[in-house]
């Protein structure tokens, strides 16, 4: 897999948002509320993928997968 520059700065965007709202004692719900400005920028990272970059992003970046579970997303076939 070939990410981008920008596929990987915003999933580190996500990451490290997502880190510090649980290091704070957030929650799911938490998480959906603070991310919620950054939605069109996940959409982004979610139509840009191919096939196998959302598990190499999981695998990466923790805050990242924390995120796509709460959103239940689906890899791209």
Do not use: C, W, Y
């Amino acid at each position: 897999m070939s990410l981008t520059p920008k596929q990987l700065e915003i999933a580190s965007m996500i990451n490290e948002k997502v880190q510090v709202i649980l290091r704070q004692g957030g929650n799911d719900l938490t998480v959906l509320a603070e991310l919620a400005d950054h939605m069109p920028r996940f959409k982004q990272l979610l139509e840009s993928a191919k096939s196998g970059d959302l598990d190499e992003l999981i695998h990466r970046f923790e805050g990242f997968s924390q995120n796509k579970k709460i959103l239940k997303i689906s890899p791209p076939a």
